[in-house]
């Protein structure tokens, strides 16, 4: 059984950091792309990144790009480092695995997700 456990969120100022962490056991079988996608109140789920399941290609949304870094310590943990917060990237954002190995940043394209972790930016 797939399951993804994100951990790191929090309350930062606006220029602050944070690393989000997302631990993923039960990946026994085939290459699993890595994503993140955040969810902000009254608004859709939207694409944050994403990494190969080797770490050797990456995908970020133009609104985080220059500003956070996704990356692979191991197949199982995948980091997504925030920089430069605003408050703009206040939601809860969540860690999905695709088993095709896309990158996608089409939210149906991957098959599990984590339960979410909240970051708020305060101005």
């Known amino acids: 059984q797939v399951q993804l456990v994100e951990s790191g969120g929090g309350l930062v100022q606006a220029g602050g950091s944070l690393r989000l962490s997302c631990a993923a056991s039960?990946?026994?079988?085939?290459?699993?792309?890595m994503g993140w996608f955040r969810q902000a109140p009254g608004k859709d789920r939207e694409f944050v990144a994403a990494?190969?399941?080797?770490?050797?290609?990456t995908y970020y949304a133009d609104s985080v790009k220059g500003r956070f870094t996704i990356s692979k310590n191991t197949v199982y943990l995948v980091y997504l480092h925030m920089n430069s917060l605003k408050p703009e990237d206040t939601a809860v954002y969540y860690c999905?695995?695709?088993?095709?190995?896309?990158?996608?940043?089409?939210?149906?394209?991957?098959?599990?997700w984590g339960q979410g972790t909240q970051v708020t930016v305060s101005s």
């Open positions: 999905a695995a695709d088993r095709w190995n896309r990158g996608s940043y089409r939210s149906h394209n991957y098959d599990y």
């Open positions: 990494i190969s399941w080797r770490g050797g290609n």
């Open positions: 039960g990946l026994t079988f085939g290459t699993y792309a």
